[in-house]
């Protein structure tokens, strides 16, 4: 288990200290349940009434919080941001694998760097090119031709298709498939044929794919994932996407073929977007939105309905059926309106 004194953490965080630089941190904790060895954080002054009943050994903090802390304190712009990275130097994660194991099946034509590691069961298939400090965990399948980059994580039983390239430092969380073919058919006289996705995946250096999460294979050219990307659990993308660096997608939402998600772009739990469309950098969608058409503008876009009183949606929903009905009646009352005043007005 890692540990750090304060002043290790200050130089790590470029923070100034304050209090004992030779205490000792082992691990990260909430205000509320910190004790001694743990350090927590304060990113939000509303939470202060925490911060002076914790019984932490060091809190990360603003300037403006300093003096509501009862104990050692290292001061830094962004809280939550130094507690990410302190988090990073303290974690308790184990490997995906250690070494080769006797029961993983190797392709005698795969490249696999000497510090790679390969968990049982695992099987590399043939040209796949493995690089250095990649873990690939137990029962993982990895396709002909595929690349992982160095320091890949890739969690057990992840199946990833072949041609797949993933970049440098990436996590594959478990039951993720890379790579499956996109949803491509041409429909002869009620007939399904299939058009074969002979395309790939492309993945950035520094992504995160979460659980049971599906990215399809491009039809002719690749399904392309940017640079720092993170996809939660449960998420569809389909053929030919293209999402741009920095972007966040949150659990079950689904990308239907072809579109394009720019930059620094933050989707919500179980949207749904439609294929064929662009969305432009810095866009923010509510969980549980449908996007039918492009976005053009940076901003916040909205679309599902919050929960209500069952009774009051019951109304709801019945006036929605008679909005078209209500619309007609509203026109024939403008016209109506202005008939009455077209007399006066000559």
């Avoid at 499956?180 to 002979?198: C, H, S, T, Y």
């Avoid at 993945?203 to 939660?232: Q, S």
């Avoid at 053929?239 to 741009?244: K, L, P, R, S, Y």
């Amino acid at each position: 288990m890692s540990k750090y004194n304060l002043t290790e953490l200050a130089e790590q965080l470029g923070a100034q200290l304050h209090g004992d630089g030779a205490a000792i941190i082992s691990a990260v904790a909430t205000l509320e349940e910190a004790s001694a060895g743990h350090i927590s954080f304060l990113a939000n002054s509303k939470y202060r009434k925490f911060l002076q009943q914790s019984t932490a050994t060091a809190v990360l903090i603003k300037a403006e919080d300093l003096e509501y802390c009862p104990v050692n304190a290292l001061v830094v712009n962004d809280p939550y941001v130094a507690f990410a990275r302190v988090a990073q130097l303290l974690d308790t994660t184990p490997a995906a694998a250690s070494a080769v194991h006797t029961t993983a099946l190797i392709d005698p034509s795969a490249k696999i760097a000497a510090s790679a590691h390969i968990g049982p069961y695992a099987v590399i298939s043939k040209d796949v090119v493995i690089a250095d400090n990649v873990q690939i965990g137990a029962g993982c399948f990895i396709g002909e031709g595929a690349k992982i980059g160095a320091n890949t994580k890739i969690w057990p039983k992840v199946t990833v298709y072949h041609g797949v390239t993933i970049g440098e430092r990436c996590i594959v969380h478990s039951g993720a498939v890379i790579g499956a073919d996109g949803f491509g058919f041409a429909n002869e006289r009620g007939q399904w044929l299939k058009i074969p996705q002979v395309g790939g995946v492309v993945i950035g250096n520094d992504c995160e794919i979460g659980a049971n999460t599906t990215i399809d294979r491009g039809a002719m050219a690749d399904t392309i994932i940017g640079y720092n990307v993170i996809i939660d659990n449960q998420v569809q993308i389909a053929h030919n996407v293209q999402i741009g660096d920095h972007t966040a997608i949150a659990g079950c939402t689904v990308v239907a073929g072809s579109t394009k998600i720019g930059r620094y772009c933050i989707i919500g739990g179980a949207c749904a977007i439609t294929g064929h469309v662009e969305i432009c950098d810095g866009v923010q969608i509510t969980g549980m939105s449908m996007i039918t058409k492009g976005i053009t503008e940076k901003g916040i876009y909205s679309s599902g309905v919050p929960a209500s009183p069952n009774l009051e949606w019951r109304k709801n929903n019945a006036r929605y059926r008679q909005l078209d009905q209500m619309y007609q009646r509203l026109r024939d009352l403008e016209q109506q309106l202005a008939q009455l005043k077209a007399p006066a007005a000559e």
